[in-house]
């Protein structure tokens, strides 16, 4: 079965595990901030906090926003349900705005009307995230703009989008929003194993996401309470949790930097050749708004409804290991139970009904990269 998604490890990647695992430090050591650095640095933003997941990194930028009981954030319903727990996590409540038809991104449209209603209704939200779907930005502008408007934060769920472009300049930068967030997953672009960063151009909430990931404990003798106890001092100044990176993910993290160009190229490469592939076939393939340039984490086609399922089906049979990217988060069961109902949110309703995402990633080999192309023609061909 050819994976869907998968990571790319050279020997360069190996030799950087190996010389952290003959070091002195295997965790808390220099690899974690010479890796937030470089990203921070290649992202043009000021700085990255690094941690073991992207859902740790979603849960630290909420609570570095005072997110909490009676406050509300938004996000979209075609995402992993990270994007909407991170809320849940600080005892605030979620709710969710449709998606663009095109770009499979929050709708623009559909988030100005809401938040109209809301603030008419007092209701606005604390925090909106906007999810960069597939690899795609969302239209960061715009929720910018909204953002001023109406007094929210914004939280970039960029898991799919390291590497990515909007308006020319890296996903990351933090231009219109006030943190971003990587996921370093073995199947998104670059990987750690497992991890994360937060990226931010706001000191003091690098600051509070910092202490936050490492227990809330600080020994930095300028914030002690009482700075001449003793050098083996140290204080906890807020409730934190082990969120920590470890300096073998971190190595491993700066290795793959170095070729994230590279990888990126790779994957708008396949991207193109399937787009140029599968031209006239009865699907749709995906859509780019012009002012982004995809990181491509994933591509997705859509067919219709009623063939949907023969279809995956069929790709399966030929030894494609298709996916699906997302189940809707309101149609899961937990969120049914409070109270969501799936129809809310016709436009991501029907990209579920239709969805398919294909194999890519940069070592799919050229024998396999020929299997998928054949077989989506045969089994769409067919149906």
Not at 99 to 113: G, K, M, W
Request: glycine content about 6%; proline content about 5%; some cysteine.
């Amino acid at each position: 079965m050819i994976q869907y998604g998968r990571q790319s490890i050279d020997a360069a990647d190996i030799e950087a595990v190996v010389e952290v695992l003959k070091s002195d430090f295997l965790t808390q050591g220099p690899r974690v901030p010479r890796f937030e650095q470089a990203l921070s640095s290649y992202c043009g933003a000021v700085q990255g906090v690094a941690v073991c997941n992207a859902t740790a990194a979603l849960h630290l930028a909420c609570r570095a926003l005072d997110l909490g009981p009676g406050d509300m954030l938004w996000t979209s319903p075609i995402t992993f349900v990270a994007s909407a727990n991170c809320a849940l996590y600080c005892g605030a409540t979620v709710d969710f705005v449709d998606i663009d038809p095109r770009t499979y991104n929050i709708s623009i449209d559909r988030l100005a009307e809401k938040l109209e209603k809301a603030e008419r209704e007092r209701r606005l939200p604390k925090i909106v995230v906007p999810v960069h779907f597939a690899g795609q930005s969302a239209d960061m502008r715009s929720i910018g703009e909204l953002a001023r408007r109406y007094g929210f934060k914004v939280i970039e769920d960029a898991s799919h989008a390291v590497g990515a472009h909007y308006d020319h300049r890296p996903v990351g930068d933090c231009r219109y929003s006030d943190i971003a967030i990587f996921s370093f997953h073995p199947v998104k672009i670059i990987t750690t194993g497992e991890g994360g960063m937060a990226m931010t151009n706001d000191p003091d909430l690098a600051k509070r996401m910092a202490l936050l990931r490492s227990h809330g404990i600080t020994r930095d003798a300028a914030e002690l309470d009482s700075a001449h106890e003793g050098a083996w001092y140290y204080e906890q100044h807020a409730l934190g949790f082990n969120y920590r990176m470890t300096d073998i993910q971190a190595a491993l993290g700066y290795s793959q930097l170095q070729r994230l160009d590279y990888l990126v190229e790779c994957r708008r490469k396949l991207a193109a050749r399937y787009d140029r592939e599968f031209e006239g076939l009865r699907l749709t393939r995906p859509w780019q708004h012009p002012e982004t340039n995809s990181s491509w984490h994933l591509y997705v086609i859509r067919v219709e409804a009623a063939v949907h399922a023969s279809v995956y089906e069929g790709l399966r049979q030929a030894g494609i290991g298709v996916n699906l990217h997302y189940v809707p988060v309101p149609r899961q069961p937990y969120y049914r139970a409070l109270g969501f109902d799936p129809a809310d949110w016709p436009e991501a309703a029907r990209y579920y009904a239709e969805a398919i995402t294909l194999p890519l990633y940069p070592d799919l080999s050229e024998e396999d990269r020929d299997h998928v192309v054949v077989a989506v023609k045969d089994v769409v061909g067919c149906v």
